[in-house]
């Protein structure tokens, strides 16, 4: 895998991968409905949220939007990674769709790697790509023992963008 390293301010480190993999498909251990559910209040709330604080990376995300590198934003709690994860949703072109998700929601306590395709056929069904990129917001993804080769698979369909948070606690 190539890797490319950027720094940016606030405790906030951005690495950029190239992943390949086959998407995953698997049985379910949390309730389809619940997950649904679930997804459309947090693209909802997400939606509404405001940017009361801006980030100022030293490199600019959407600078890469195009780059097939799987974007990486790291640091430590209550950096601001998620308000940057906002930010960079309000800077996305209009044709692009993008889908947030946020792993350490209560709701999603427990997921497996087998549930993470069905979450992005739920994200589809709740909202219909326009015609341009699809965009992953995905934050704390790394609390979803696997993650990784989810993201692989996300990340193979060249019309597809992931960017995602970790903190460096977890």
Request: charged share 25%; hydrophobic share 35%; aromatic share 8%.
């Amino acid at each position: 895998d190539k890797i490319r390293d950027y720094g940016c301010n606030r405790s906030i480190l951005a690495v950029y991968y190239d992943y390949k993999l086959d998407s995953l498909r698997g049985d379910m251990a949390i309730d389809r409905l619940t997950l649904r559910n679930n997804l459309a209040t947090q693209q909802t709330e997400f939606q509404k949220l405001a940017v009361e604080v801006r980030r100022n990376p030293l490199i600019k995300p959407l600078d890469h939007l195009n780059a097939p590198e799987v974007s990486i934003i790291t640091g430590v709690r209550r950096c601001g990674k998620s308000t940057y994860l906002r930010q960079l949703a309000l800077e996305i072109p209009s044709d692009a769709t993008w889908y947030f998700i946020d792993f350490e929601s209560p709701d999603l306590d427990g997921l497996t790697l087998k549930e993470l395709p069905t979450l992005y056929d739920l994200l589809i069904e709740l909202t219909p790509p326009r015609n341009g990129r699809l965009i992953f917001l995905l934050d704390e993804i790394q609390v979803v023992p696997g993650w990784e080769k989810w993201v692989r698979s996300l990340a193979q369909d060249r019309k597809n963008k992931v960017f995602i948070t970790g903190s460096n606690s977890s």
